[in-house]
């Protein structure tokens, strides 16, 4: 069952990354890469409840994590590191990083720490 499980949660993922994914930049110690990331309603766990982050500017990305390993060395998203994004004509710039106090620039979505929910904020748009 566990494999079966895990096989619908990677259907599920792909689907919605081709459905919802959006062609990004990801910026991270001099490097960068071009990922399919999910922008999202940012939301943050404190203390093991569920929070949601009221910034005009904050976006959160769903990020493989197996994209990110396309960056020499890197293996988790880490504060300071950023999100290119096109709407349209309009760049955006998203810095990575803790949605409050105490709380980490980013959370793993599964179990198997698969896929990354990365908080953001937008420092740019031109």
């Known amino acids: 069952m566990a494999i079966i499980a895990s096989r ?9 990354k081709r459905v919802y994914g959006e062609s990004c930049v990801y910026l991270a110690d001099g490097q960068a890469v071009e990922i399919t990331a999910i922008p999202t309603k940012p939301r943050a766990m404190l203390n093991g409840e569920q929070v949601v982050v009221v910034d005009a500017d904050a976006l959160d990305f769903l990020i493989e994590a197996s ?6 060395g890197l293996t988790e ?17 998203y810095e990575v990083r803790p ?11 599964d179990a198997h720490g698969a896929l990354y929910r990365v908080h953001a904020k937008r420092i ?3």
Do not use: D, M, N, Y
């Open 8 to 16: 619908c949660q990677e259907v599920a993922r792909q689907t919605a």
């Open 67 to 72: 994209e990110l390993t396309r960056i020499a």
């Open 77 to 93: 998203p880490a504060e300071g590191h950023q999100v290119l994004r096109w709407k349209e004509t309009i760049e955006e710039t």
């Open 99 to 109: 949605p409050g106090p105490e709380l980490r620039c980013f959370e793993p979505v």
């Open 124 to 126: 740019t748009s031109e």
